[in-house]
């Protein structure tokens, strides 16, 4: 009973996570040079049962020493990943960490993989990371509460890719995300922060919260998702997409150098600017999936570009389901290419009600999209679909 009421709890969390979380001519013109183009001989197709969520709010491909690819999803918010087999896609295992008891983690929410028997979880809400192994055993349990000097931690940060902001780890140390404080203005908030494994010294790091809107408005006018924010790293930078800002953020690891640029989608003539709220809950849902507003940040170490989602501003049909179309990637999307330097070099513009745009994985042929769609006429409920897109030059 206890593990259902959590269950239910974090259901509800995850929708609160879900809904919370001036057009650049100049650029566009010197970029048309790449796109997105479908291989339609790559396509993956998982077969899934009727106990595994068809939605996953962490999705993410892991290779072993051996070279084994496999892709892992998290079954809906349950407390169990799943490893399929990338080249032939069946499932091959589980792991199931415990909820309760002296080996238990509680219900977890995103993951990261260092290898099968060194799995990272992070916990809604909470500021603790759980090292388990495959079977499921909590091998090491590492809070932080609090900084060194005694300041608290806002804790918001979940290794998931439907907000993209994957567990970072470098030189032992973890580096996590945190929420706006409230005690501080926005642009005195620090975004992130780090773990020394070793020490056990926790520290924030010198980047705030850009002015994305002013103190007074987010009080007013907030929706939830206007300070949500994806945080990725090309193995030399750290690099954050905030939803609400046209500009992307690049930081020196000690985040002691943050550069900025404009990445702009031609489709977008001006983001969404928070005037009102609305007081009814479907009007707001319908509000959230119409809204121009951007979206994960994507890094392809293979192609050494970058990815960013951007939601043109559309309109909705009435009495919709804006929930379920809002958790399966809203109506329309694009996804802007930048090369290595954030110039951008191409834009695609997706067909509408067909892809899940916050549902991707990148490998060596592409990047992959989840063609499941809520509202695609060719939906299946027990098959994860994923179409390989390449890189090409026009």
Same mark, same amino acid.
């Given at each position: 009973?206890?593990?259902?009421?959590?269950?239910?709890?974090?259901?509800?969390?995850?929708?609160?996570?879900?809904?919370?979380?001036?057009?650049?001519?100049?650029?566009?013109?010197?970029?048309?040079?790449?796109?997105?183009?479908?291989?339609?001989?790559?396509?993956?197709?998982?077969?899934?049962?009727?106990?595994?969520?068809?939605?996953?709010?962490?999705?993410?491909?892991?290779?072993?020493?051996?070279?084994?690819?496999? $892709?892992?999803?998290?079954?809906?918010?349950?407390?169990?990943? $799943?490893?399929?087999?990338?080249?032939?896609? #069946?499932?091959?295992?589980?792991?199931?960490?415990?909820?309760?008891?002296?080996?238990?983690?509680?219900?977890? $929410?995103?993951?990261?993989?260092?290898?099968?028997?060194?799995?990272?979880?992070?916990?809604?809400?909470?500021?603790?990371?759980?090292?388990? #192994?495959?079977?499921?055993?909590?091998?090491?349990?590492?809070?932080?509460?609090?900084?060194?000097?005694?300041?608290?931690?806002?804790?918001?940060?979940?290794?998931?890719?439907?907000?993209?902001?994957?567990?970072?780890?470098?030189?032992?140390?973890?580096?996590?995300?945190?929420?706006?404080?409230?005690?501080?203005?926005?642009?005195?908030?620090?975004?992130?922060?780090?773990?020394?494994?070793?020490?056990?010294?926790?520290?924030?790091?010198?980047?705030?919260?850009?002015?994305?809107?002013?103190?007074?408005?987010?009080?007013?006018?907030?929706?939830?998702?206007?300070?949500?924010?994806?945080?990725?790293?090309?193995?030399?930078?750290?690099?954050?997409?905030?939803?609400?800002?046209?500009?992307?953020?690049?930081?020196?690891?000690?985040?002691?150098?943050?550069?900025?640029?404009?990445? #702009?989608?031609?489709?977008?003539?001006?983001?969404?600017?928070?005037?009102?709220?609305?007081?009814?809950?479907?009007?707001? $849902?319908?509000?959230?999936?119409?809204?121009?507003?951007?979206?994960?940040?994507?890094?392809?170490?293979?192609?050494?570009?970058?990815?960013?989602?951007?939601?043109?501003?559309?309109?909705?049909?009435?009495?919709?389901?804006?929930?379920?179309?809002?958790?399966?990637?809203?109506?329309?999307?694009?996804?802007?290419?930048?090369?290595?330097?954030?110039?951008?070099?191409?834009?695609?513009? /997706?067909?509408?009600?067909?892809?899940?745009?916050?549902?991707?994985?990148?490998?060596?042929?592409?990047?992959?999209?989840?063609?499941?769609?809520?509202?695609?006429?060719?939906?299946?409920?027990?098959? /994860?679909?994923?179409?390989?897109?390449?890189?090409?030059?026009?």
């Amino acid at each position: 009973m206890n593990s259902e009421k959590t269950k239910l709890s974090i259901w509800f969390f995850i929708c609160i996570f879900i809904v919370s979380c001036n057009k650049n001519k100049d650029n566009h013109e010197l970029s048309d040079e790449y796109s997105l183009v479908k291989n339609t001989e790559k396509t993956h197709v998982f077969k899934i049962g009727n106990d595994v969520h068809y939605l996953t709010i962490s999705l993410f491909p892991f290779k072993d020493a051996g070279g084994n690819k496999y $892709l892992t999803f998290q079954n809906g918010v349950s407390n169990e990943i $799943l490893f399929y087999n990338m080249e032939n896609p #069946n499932l091959l295992f589980k792991v199931t960490p415990t909820i309760e008891g002296p080996n238990g983690v509680g219900m977890f $929410l995103g993951y990261h993989i260092e290898d099968i028997d060194k799995i990272y979880l992070t916990v809604p809400g909470r500021p603790v990371l759980f090292q388990i #192994n495959k079977n499921g055993d909590i091998l090491q349990k590492i809070e932080y509460e609090k900084t060194d000097n005694d300041k608290p931690i806002i804790p918001f940060f979940l290794s998931t890719s439907d907000v993209y902001s994957p567990l970072i780890i470098i030189n032992n140390n973890f580096y996590f995300t945190q929420m706006r404080n409230h005690s501080l203005t926005l642009t005195a908030s620090p975004v992130s922060g780090y773990i020394d494994t070793l020490t056990h010294s926790v520290n924030v790091l010198p980047f705030y919260f850009p002015p994305i809107m002013n103190d007074q408005d987010i009080a007013k006018y907030t929706m939830g998702n206007e300070l949500c924010f994806s945080r990725i790293f090309d193995g030399n930078k750290f690099i954050y997409s905030f939803f609400l800002d046209e500009y992307i953020y690049s930081t020196s690891i000690n985040h002691e150098i943050v550069d900025k640029k404009r990445v #702009n989608s031609r489709y977008m003539n001006k983001l969404y600017k928070p005037q009102t709220r609305p007081e009814e809950i479907q009007s707001g $849902l319908k509000k959230l999936c119409e809204i121009a507003i951007y979206g994960n940040l994507i890094y392809d170490q293979y192609r050494q570009v970058y990815y960013r989602v951007a939601y043109p501003e559309t309109e909705m049909e009435e009495d919709a389901d804006y929930l379920e179309i809002y958790r399966t990637g809203r109506k329309k999307f694009s996804i802007i290419i930048l090369d290595k330097n954030m110039n951008i070099i191409g834009e695609t513009l /997706f067909p509408e009600y067909t892809y899940i745009s916050n549902a991707v994985f990148v490998d060596e042929d592409g990047l992959h999209i989840r063609t499941n769609h809520q509202k695609n006429p060719d939906f299946q409920e027990n098959l /994860f679909i994923f179409d390989c897109f390449e890189l090409s030059k026009k």
